[in-house]
């Protein structure tokens, strides 16, 4: 009887045995899947929309003239912040770098309506209308390499110009690019060590 008993009770130890083994492969397989998929699902996610896009988007919330963008890095989520002209009124759009999904809009009246009426009487002198702050960066892209963190619409001597800053590791460009012709006018290059720490 004990005999019995002992070979049962080793035939048991062995089916635990295996068991566990056959469990812990089924884990460790389960847990390898996850986590592939997970890497996937992250770098998938974090792949930058582009000014080009978030212009596009913040304007079908917005109709108007974009005077800048900017590349927001916050630790609550990345996005663009887009600056639009109207008559009378600023309006602010953001929009999520990643999803494309617009955040908040906000509007502020502005009685001193100069730079919209400065535009218009520069669309009209040019007899056309000036190029998207989006080809502007693809412009200013093409003569330097990097990502642009910030595209703003300014007025020097008359002449309209997007002044688009690139950055490339610690390196930041700005570049100048007419607002009318797209070419690009200077580059201007400075070693940046220090983030900055804009406000919203």
Same mark, same amino acid.
């Given at each position: 009887?004990?005999?019995?008993?002992?070979?049962?009770?080793?035939? *048991? *130890?062995?089916?635990?045995?295996?068991?566990? *083994?056959?469990?812990?492969?089924?884990?460790?397989?389960?847990?390898?899947?996850?986590?592939?998929?997970?890497?996937?699902?992250?770098?998938?996610?974090?792949?930058?929309?582009?000014?080009?896009?978030?212009?596009?988007?913040?304007?079908?919330?917005? &109709?108007?003239?974009? &005077?800048?963008?900017?590349?927001?890095?916050?630790?609550?989520?990345?996005?663009?912040?887009?600056?639009?002209?109207?008559?009378?009124?600023?309006? $602010?759009?953001?929009?999520?770098?990643?999803?494309?999904?617009?955040?908040?809009?906000?509007?502020?009246?502005?009685?001193?309506?100069?730079?919209?009426? &400065?535009?218009?009487? *520069?669309?009209?002198?040019?007899?056309?209308?000036?190029?998207?702050?989006?080809?502007?960066?693809?412009?200013?892209?093409?003569?330097?390499?990097?990502?642009?963190?910030?595209? $703003?619409?300014?007025? $020097?001597?008359?002449?309209?110009?997007?002044?688009?800053?690139?950055?490339?590791?610690?390196?930041?460009?700005?570049?100048?690019?007419?607002?009318?012709?797209?070419?690009?006018?200077?580059?201007?290059?400075?070693?940046?060590?220090?983030?900055?720490?804009?406000?919203?």
């Amino acid at each position: 009887m004990r005999k019995g008993m002992k070979v049962w009770g080793s035939m *048991a *130890a062995a089916a635990i045995i295996l068991g566990g *083994a056959y469990g812990i492969n089924e884990v460790q397989g389960a847990s390898a899947g996850t986590g592939t998929g997970t890497v996937q699902s992250q770098s998938q996610s974090k792949t930058l929309i582009g000014v080009e896009k978030a212009e596009a988007l913040a304007l079908k919330s917005a &109709e108007g003239r974009v &005077e800048s963008i900017d590349f927001k890095e916050r630790i609550t989520g990345d996005y663009y912040k887009v600056e639009i002209r109207q008559a009378n009124k600023e309006i $602010d759009v953001r929009v999520d770098a990643y999803t494309g999904k617009i955040l908040s809009v906000r509007t502020e009246t502005d009685d001193d309506d100069d730079d919209y009426r &400065e535009y218009a009487a *520069a669309d009209s002198a040019q007899g056309s209308k000036m190029i998207t702050a989006a080809k502007a960066a693809a412009a200013a892209t093409a003569s330097v390499q990097g990502k642009v963190t910030e595209i $703003d619409l300014d007025e $020097d001597d008359g002449r309209f110009i997007y002044e688009v800053e690139v950055r490339n590791g610690r390196t930041k460009t700005e570049v100048g690019v007419d607002a009318y012709t797209a070419k690009v006018l200077y580059t201007d290059v400075d070693s940046d060590d220090d983030s900055d720490d804009d406000d919203d």
